[in-house]
């Protein structure tokens, strides 16, 4: 009884949520802190990015949105990880949400259309909370679909 309960929950989460924006791979630079186990001569602006990294972000029938990451096993849901998420900017071509990880990480990811109909988004990240590696972070990618 209880698998069955856990495959209609898994399966209920794919089939009344919508695929907002599917985007991938993300280049941009960070900043680490002097902070934990990063040493000083080390901390400063460093070109950083994930050529693989995979993101989709959902919509469910009650408007509340999720962030979900691909990795070899799969996607993992940011609400899931503990994360609240909150719409902050929603245009004809542009959306924006603020991800937050209480005590430990504050993401912004925006989403938008440029003049030529690139579609493009970006992350910018704030590590300050409990993690030993402090950092704030702004990267760009590329998106296949953005539904505004």
Do not use: H
Not at 13 to 36: E, P, R, V, W
Not at 91 to 103: E, G, R
């Amino acid at each position: 009884m209880r698998i069955l309960l856990v495959l209609v929950l898994i399966f209920s989460f794919n089939i009344f949520s919508k695929d907002i924006a599917i985007c991938s791979g993300l280049q941009g630079y960070s900043y680490y802190m002097d902070y934990g186990v990063v040493p000083k001569k080390e901390s400063g602006w460093s070109k950083d990015g994930m050529d693989n990294f995979e993101l989709k972000v959902t919509k469910d029938v009650n408007g509340d949105y999720d962030i979900l990451f691909k990795d070899v096993i799969g996607y993992t849901s940011s609400k899931n990880d503990g994360a609240i998420i909150i719409p902050s900017i929603t245009t004809n071509d542009s959306l924006s949400l603020i991800s937050s990880y209480p005590n430990q990480t504050t993401e912004i990811y925006s989403f938008w259309r440029n003049k030529n109909g690139e579609l493009k988004y970006s992350l910018a990240q704030i590590k300050n909370g409990t993690p030993m590696i402090r950092k704030n972070t702004l990267f760009v990618g590329n998106c296949s679909s953005v539904i505004f």
